[in-house]
């Protein structure tokens, strides 16, 4: 579907290939902007449509950071690969601005694409032998050159053409085919350029949806029926793109397309899916108004290619360098934690910082719905649960849970903890593995409440089990800013079956009104005085020099991240080696 910018074009746009010297446009950009415009035609293109005289000259950077998300109203431009960019545009009649992708070509090149399509079908049989999207975007390359003459520049030399044999095709997958199908497309260089990238973004990426996949801002693209596509982004929040759907019939079409071309189709009888996008990204997808009356909808909750480290966190102002000593403690000793919390509170991002603590030589497995969990470590077992289908039964995390325990693993991860397996973690915990795992629960009381009801019936006197309980939490900062922080670390100490209470001790506290940690369990912790240092050897006397251990390794940390590594596995690698040197 087209674009719709946020505002009127004008009807006339100057022709810049007169030259730069007879375009207006041309010496009121900055210079990092003009140059890009330059090489990016259509970045040039669009910045004559923008109202420059109304919202001013946008800014250009050529990376975006996260002090952007202090502008009131933000107009900048930044690339995301691809020779795409985004435009961050403010709308001063309500709270979200607007999110716009500049990309190759323009509506123009409906007529281009509807031409090449029809060539395509010549190569059908030879692009179905690709199996990876690397091979399916190599053939449909080559598939395009072969098909297409340049008429303004000379053409480069295809590959893999034999001598004598103009518009022949080999592909490296195997096959070839003659693209003599109604003739060849007659086009301009940068037509060329513009046609691959529409093609290759509609056959094997995911169509408009594809400059929101490529940027590594966003956290969360979704369509809640007839309407714009939202946006969470990690520096300007809540956004709206130009992506918009007005038509129901519009918005089915795409939904069958995306379901189709993730291998998970949807119909009127199994209405819902759940799904991981090739880049490990999570996708829901609700097909249908009879199931959602505003419309067929998704949602995409982007995947972050390398994860935040615990150092990233730390500077990021969600906890201390000194709380994430004490949870290097609890995860090296192999003791049982939940990160818990409620949605898009930062469990998982943490849960994965975390997993630089276990030891290098240890074998983990994970077990979960959707992969979201990143470890390190070599000998890492990933296994996800399969759903019903055609071809056999599912395969549920109950099953892959009770699995795992024969594979003598020294860490279980689970990925979100939600019904029945629950009970087989805790037994898990009882025999010697250490289990760590999510939990929606925005307190340690609702957690124990959960893990005690229906359906994951958890035995009360087995809850002691579970050693400590990180709470995390999206909060309104005082300055008024949105943020992540850890709201409490807690130990659980134990069940007592006269008053049928459970006691715990609150370790670590935020405090809400001036942003600061309290580390109210100093000298105080069970975990740390009565587990910890027993296994570190040190005596009863001196066990209360754990807490400078502690301290040690938060500085530890902290000396690292002041010397730049905050990258998960550079960190990875040089803790295993100061654990390998009895540093860490």
């Known amino acids: 579907m087209p674009q719709r910018l946020p505002f009127d074009a004008p009807a006339e746009i100057d022709d810049h290939s007169r030259g730069a010297a007879q375009c207006p446009l041309h010496n009121i950009l900055s210079p990092e902007l003009r140059e890009q415009a330059e090489a990016a035609p259509h970045l040039m293109t669009y910045l004559h449509k923008v109202p420059m005289q109304e919202y001013g000259v946008p800014d250009y950077y050529p990376e975006a950071n996260r002090k952007l998300g202090d502008l009131k109203d933000p107009n900048l431009i930044y690339p995301v690969g691809n020779n795409t960019f985004i435009h961050i545009f403010p709308d001063n009649a309500e709270a979200r601005n607007f999110y716009i992708a500049i990309e190759p070509g323009s509506d123009a090149m409906g007529d281009l694409l509807e031409q090449m399509e029809f060539l395509l079908l010549d190569f059908v049989e030879i692009l179905a032998e690709a199996t990876t999207p690397e091979e399916k975007t190599l053939g449909l390359l080559q598939a395009i050159d072969d098909s297409c003459d340049v008429v303004d520049a000379p053409a480069a030399p295809k590959p893999n053409v034999k001598d004598g044999e103009a518009g022949f095709l080999k592909l490296p997958f195997g096959g070839s085919k003659s693209g003599a199908r109604g003739g060849k497309i007659k086009l301009t260089q940068s037509e060329l350029e513009a046609l691959k990238y529409a ?22 693209i979704s369509c809640s029926g007839l309407g714009p596509v939202y946006i969470e982004h990690k520096i300007f929040k809540g956004l709206k793109s130009s992506i918009t759907f007005d038509q129901h019939e519009e918005l089915d079409d795409f939904v069958l397309k995306l379901a189709e071309k993730i291998k998970k189709p949807v119909t009127f009888r199994n209405p819902i899916v759940d799904a991981t996008l090739p880049d490990g990204s999570r996708i829901n997808i609700v097909y249908g108004g009879d199931v959602s009356k505003n419309g067929s ?70 077990i979960e719905d959707t992969p979201e969990v990143q470890v390190p470590h070599p000998n890492w077992t990933r296994e996800v649960i399969r759903g019903q289908s055609a071809q056999g039964g599912g395969v549920d995390m109950f099953s892959l849970l009770k699995a795992a325990l024969r594979q003598r693993p020294n860490m279980i991860i689970i990925g979100e903890i939600r019904g029945e397996e629950g009970n087989i973690a805790f037994q898990a915990m009882m025999t010697g593995h250490a289990v760590c795992a999510t939990f929606h629960a925005a307190t340690v009381e609702k957690l124990i409440q959960r ?71 100093l000298n105080n912790s069970y975990i740390l005085e009565q587990r910890i240092a027993p296994a570190r050897g040190l005596s009863e006397k001196k066990r209360r020099q754990i807490y400078k251990e502690v301290d040690r390794r938060g500085a530890l940390l902290q000396k690292l991240g002041d010397s730049g590594v905050a990258n998960f596995y550079e960190l990875f690698k040089l803790l295993s080696k100061a654990q390998k040197q009895g540093l860490f």
């Open 199 to 220: 093609v290759i973004r509609d056959k094997v990426g995911m169509g408009p949806l594809e400059p929101l996949i490529s940027d590594n801002w966003i956290e969360d």
């Open 297 to 366: 909808n998704f949602t995409i909750r982007k995947f972050m290619g390398v994860p935040l480290s615990i150092v990233d966190i730390c500077n990021s102002g969600a906890l201390t360098w000194q709380m994430a000593g004490y949870l290097s403690l609890v995860v090296e000793e192999g003791l049982n934690f939940f990160v818990s919390g409620e949605t898009a509170s930062g469990k998982t991002t943490l849960m994965n910082a975390l997993m630089t603590f276990i030891p290098p030589w240890a074998k983990i497995v994970s």
């Open 451 to 521: 893990v005690t009801g229906a359906p994951i019936n958890v035995p009360k006197t087995y809850v002691d089990n579970l050693n400590v309980v990180v709470i995390a939490s999206a909060v309104r900062l005082p300055n008024g800013k949105p943020g992540r922080r850890i709201l409490s670390i807690s130990e659980i100490i134990g069940y007592d079956p006269s008053t049928n209470s459970f006691s715990f001790v609150e370790i670590f506290r935020w405090d809400p009104v001036n942003d600061v940690f309290e580390f109210v369990g």
